[in-house]
């Protein structure tokens, strides 16, 4: 059983940055695709990333393509979000995804709040 958790949220102005952590244990993530997804209240849950887990290339949606970057560091069995020039837009509750090959597995999510 994989368990995923999150840390790094908070709130940050407008053009400020933050970097969200997904450190699994139960499992090592070196293999696994990684998503991160966010919803935003009243919204659905929307796809940011997804990562493949055999090249480790990454997909970013457009909304967030070149202002958020993801990177994996398998000594700490960590992968991060790093998320730059905010936006009030990015508020929203951000989740980890990791899947390989059957069941996938969530963070607990984690509040971003970008004030203007």
């Known amino acids: 059983q994989v368990q995923l958790v999150q840390s790094g949220g908070g709130l940050v102005q407008s053009g400020g940055s933050l970097r969200l952590s997904c450190t699994a244990s139960g499992s090592t993530l070196d293999s696994y695709a990684i998503g991160w997804y966010r919803q935003a209240p009243g919204k659905e849950r929307e796809g940011l990333s997804c990562t493949s887990g055999t090249d480790d290339k990454t997909y970013y949606t457009n909304s967030v393509k070149g202002r958020f970057t993801v990177s994996r560091d398998n000594a700490k069995n960590t992968v991060y979000l790093q998320m730059n020039s905010l936006k009030p837009e990015d508020t929203a509750v951000y989740y980890c995804?990791?899947?390989?090959?059957?069941?996938?597995?969530w963070g607990q999510g984690t509040q971003v709040t970008v004030s203007s």
């Open positions: 995804n990791a899947q390989l090959l059957g069941p996938d597995y």
